[in-house]
């Protein structure tokens, strides 16, 4: 069984490779400063066993971003005001031993989860995700995700379509 924990000293951040050395460096330098300053929180997965030192199975950082309503499509830009709240999924990735067995898909149902509660709470009109590139892109337009006009590596998710889908 598998649990999810928000980032902490107890958990084994340089033993976690996903590939992608960008996304380990974050994981490993960056994560828990962002995380003290109320930058960003990262979300780890990890055994629900796991020893003192836990090994990390996945990730993922979200943080709260406003955006121009303008680089959202015509219809959706047209009922908005100029600056709109959002959250961001700033990072998303899975060890390279985990991958392709379920565990992204995992920590996106974890993601629309705590979007929907952030939305309950505070507003926003959905989530916004930076792909690194386009393979990633593919991986989240499955789940909804339609890239921005002429911005095809960033995507959005209407908070309509979360709450259809995972509420
Ligand atoms: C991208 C990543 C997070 C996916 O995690 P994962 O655990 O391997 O993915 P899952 O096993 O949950 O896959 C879920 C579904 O997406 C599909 N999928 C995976 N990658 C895909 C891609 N690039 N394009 C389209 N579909 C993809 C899978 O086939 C699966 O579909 P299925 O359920 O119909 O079989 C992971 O491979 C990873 O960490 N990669 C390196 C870092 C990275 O690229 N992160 C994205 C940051 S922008």
Redesign the pocket.
């Known amino acids: 069984m598998c649990k999810l924990e928000s980032l902490s000293a107890d958990h084994d951040r340089l033993g976690f490779d996903?590939?992608?050395e960008p996304?380990n460096s974050y994981l490993r330098q960056t994560a828990r400063q962002h995380q003290t300053r109320g930058i960003s929180t990262t979300y780890v997965l990890v055994e629900e066993a796991a020893a003192i030192t836990k090994a990390i199975i996945?990730f993922f950082t979200l943080n709260i971003c406003q955006v121009a309503a303008e680089f959202l499509s015509e219809r959706e830009a047209k009922r908005l005001p100029r600056n709109v709240p959002a959250v961001k999924l700033g990072?998303?990735?899975?060890a390279t031993d985990?991958?392709?067995?379920?565990?992204?898909?995992?920590l996106i149902a974890a993601v629309m989860q705590t979007v929907l509660s952030v939305f309950d709470k505070v507003g926003g009109i959905g989530l916004f995700?930076?792909?690194?590139d386009e393979?990633?892109a593919?991986?989240y337009?499955?789940f909804g995700f339609v890239p921005l006009p002429e911005r095809p590596l960033e995507l959005f998710l209407p908070i309509k379509t979360i709450q259809d889908s995972w509420k």
């Not at 990072?91 to 899975?94: E, P, T």
């Not at 985990?98 to 995992?106: A, P, T």
């Open positions: 996903c590939g992608s996304l996945g990072r998303l990735a899975v985990s991958q392709k067995s379920g565990v992204g898909k995992i995700v930076d792909a690194k393979y990633a593919d991986y337009k499955p």
